[in-house]
């Protein structure tokens, strides 16, 4: 399968699941999990967004994107699990002309993870694969959305088709994680809806034995 054909199959997946979301009957948890639906399909939105800037050679703009989503599925877990009434609150506002220059209370996506993994939660591996995400890769992310060193850098010796490739299935690999906690409030629960997705566009997604141990090695070698 060539690369096109790849990103076409990729954003298949994508409006598959979207649907079968849309389709589902969601239990009512009030404003918490209204919030939380609200970041899965910006995550959603800006996977679509990725797949489609892959397709048309925007890498740059493709990770930029990425950075993005990788925050919404962060904050999707903290505000489901963590986040006070208060904060609930300050995001879920009227739309008032005022309130868009209000701040609201929500810690750095550092901070939500760090607070995620001491919580203890039963959706533990998830955020650990969260964590690993921002410790290999949120470096790199936030140089490219700031035009750091690395937006340069790229910009000379561009990418190798294998990054990119692996781009768009870690973007998949976020959707499905976003999904997987909208899934688990729908009635019947749906969560075993993923497994069966990925096993149907198996190569859309990077999974632990994609993963090359020379490589994770070599990379494991400069956070020592």
């Known amino acids: 399968m060539d690369r096109k054909q790849l990103f076409e199959l990729s954003t298949q997946m994508i409006r598959e699941l979207q649907q079968e979301i ?4 969601i239990i009512d948890c009030g404003p918490r ?16 967004g990725v797949n489609g800037l892959l397709a048309v050679d925007l890498p740059t703009q493709a990770m930029i994107l990425l950075r993005s989503q990788f925050e919404a599925v962060v904050r999707a877990y903290w505000i489901m699990f963590l986040s006070s009434n208060h ?4 995001l879920k506002f009227d739309y008032t002309f005022e309130e868009q220059f209000e701040s609201d209370t929500c810690p750095g996506i550092s901070e939500m993870l760090e607070k995620l993994s001491n919580a203890d939660l039963f959706v533990q591996p998830v955020i650990q694969h969260l964590c690993d995400f921002k410790k290999y890769h949120l470096k790199q992310l936030n140089s490219l959305v700031h035009t750091g060193k690395h937006s340069f850098t790229r910009s000379v010796v561009g990418y190798e088709e294998n990054m990119l490739l692996t781009l768009m299935r870690q973007s998949n690999n976020l959707i499905t994680v976003a999904a997987q906690l909208m899934l688990k409030h729908t009635i019947p629960d749906k969560q075993k809806y993923i497994g069966y997705l990925i096993e ?23 956070f020592k």
């Open 22 to 25: 849309i389709n589902s009957e």
């Open 33 to 48: 999990l209204e919030l939380v639906e609200q970041c899965i399909n910006i995550s959603i939105g800006h996977g679509l």
């Open 200 to 222: 149907k566009y198996r190569s859309c997604f990077y999974l632990d034995e994609d993963v090359d141990p020379v490589l994770k090695a070599k990379v494991e070698s400069y």
């Open 87 to 90: 904060q609930v609150s300050k």
